[in-house]
């Protein structure tokens, strides 16, 4: 805080598949309350970030809310992953924007496909317009009044160096139309 750095992003937890999932819900509950309040006391906000995945606490963005709701979000809320809320949400992703709305600390932007392998479907990252993250949550984000950072990620092989700048300023580009638009 004294460095005037004021925001971070939490590690996250993943869930033990062995032990039931409510309490331990409880458990990352109370370590959020603990940290919110030494956020207040040092003037600093964390975020959760909600990643996908078959273990990550917070890829069913219900998660996270249950973990926020109660905290100030000016100290505690969520870096909110429109990629991986589309990912593990499907269509519903606009439901826990508007639920997380309140609480966001930071918006990532990615974007992913469906792919076909010989034994399942997995998702692959993606440039950004190119995959399932619709364009209409920049126009629901210009809309709620959020003024944070937007964090542009890049999950997809960007090749070398100038392929990869490339990569990066055509995400860019998409990334600013979407918001213009």
């Not at 999932?21 to 964390?46: D, M, T, V, W």
């Not at 993250?133 to 999950?155: C, M, W």
Request: proline share 6%; hydrophobic share 35%; with cysteine.
């Amino acid at each position: 805080s004294k460095l005037g750095i004021k925001r971070y992003r939490l590690r996250g937890a993943n869930y033990r598949l062995d032990q039931p999932i409510p309490p331990q819900l409880e458990e990352q509950r109370a370590k959020l309350r603990e940290l919110a309040q030494l956020n207040q006391e040092l003037g600093l906000q964390g975020g959760w970030q909600n990643h996908s995945g078959d273990r990550a606490v917070g890829a069913p963005v219900w998660d996270i809310w249950q973990l926020v709701k109660d905290l100030d979000p000016r100290h505690m809320g969520v870096c909110f992953d429109i990629g991986h809320a589309t990912l593990e949400g499907g269509y519903s992703w606009p439901i826990e924007a508007k639920l997380m709305e309140p609480f966001y600390t930071a918006v990532y932007v990615k974007d992913f496909s469906w792919k076909k392998t010989q034994k399942n479907w997995r998702a692959e990252w993606c440039p950004l317009g190119e995959g399932m993250v619709n364009k209409a949550f920049f126009d629901r984000l210009k809309k709620s009044g959020y003024t944070g950072p937007i964090s542009q990620h890049h999950e997809y092989p960007l090749g070398d160096r100038p392929q990869m700048i490339a990569a990066m300023r055509k995400d860019l580009r998409v990334l600013k139309d979407w918001l213009a638009a």
